[in-house]
């Protein structure tokens, strides 16, 4: 099983700051196949980024991914009042998928 | 727009058998376009796939959970559902349905219900 950890634990940030998040896989993700998603307190997570670098439908492209083999990023350039929030990695390249423990990023 | 909703008892005895059920609306299960999941969340605690199910019935199921997990899927219902065998408190958790595109590569949630909390206790 492929284990997701993500650093930092959380991120104090200012609105109109750029936050970037580390997601790091025990074992290459195959094909970049790598998810983030986002969840606020009493929702369930929506999907912001597939395969590592692609924006789900309806995303604003101030969300941007990266990264290979072990390691990727979530970078969102300029942090709007609605982005505070937990982030979550998921890998679907090997099964089992996996989820990261998350990445809150709260108001500073 | 697709929409998923859970439903079932939010509290279950240790030892019995935790049973929830996923309705869907707006889309079909039987379109065969979509894997439909059940993932839960501990509370205050991260993301556990449990496994998914397709329209025909076929099933796969995360290893750490297989022993105890049944996945079923009524189509005339346009229901699935989840049951979770011989529980323990660590199986205290928010619920979730999800859907996942069989036109993409691997599993990724696009569509999600709203969750429901299942407490095990006495």
């Known amino acids: 099983e492929i284990v997701l950890t993500q650093s930092p634990g959380t991120l104090s940030l200012s609105p109109g700051e750029r936050a970037t998040l580390s997601c790091r896989a025990s074992q290459s993700v195959s094909s970049s196949y790598l998810a983030w998603y986002q969840q606020k307190p009493g929702q369930a997570p929506r999907l912001l980024i597939y395969?590592?670098?692609s924006r789900a439908t309806g995303i604003p492209d101030r969300f941007s991914g990266s990264g290979s083999g072990t390691d990727f990023t979530l970078t969102i350039s300029r942090l709007e009042p609605e982005d505070f929030a937990v982030y979550y990695c998921q890998q679907y390249g090997s099964s089992p998928l996996t989820f990261g423990p998350g990445t809150k990023v709260d108001i500073k | 727009q697709v929409q998923l909703q859970e439903s079932g008892p939010g509290l279950v005895k240790p030892s019995q058998t935790l049973s929830l059920t996923c309705t869907v609306s707006g889309g079909s299960i039987s379109s065969g376009d979509y894997y439909w999941s059940w993932i839960r969340q501990p509370p205050g605690k991260g993301l556990e796939w449990i496994g998914y199910?397709?329209?025909?019935?076929?099933?796969y199921y995360n290893p750490s959970l297989k022993s105890r997990v049944t996945i079923s899927v009524d189509t005339s219902k346009n229901q699935f559902s989840l049951k979770l065998s011989s529980v323990t408190a660590a199986d205290t958790a928010v619920y979730y349905c999800?859907?996942?595109?069989?036109?993409?590569?691997?599993?990724?949630?696009?569509?999600w219900g709203q969750g429901t909390l299942v407490t095990v206790s006495s």
């Open positions: 395969g590592a670098s």
């Open positions: 199910i397709y329209y025909s019935g076929s099933t």
């Open positions: 999800a859907r996942s595109d069989t036109a993409m590569v691997g599993l990724i949630f696009d569509y």
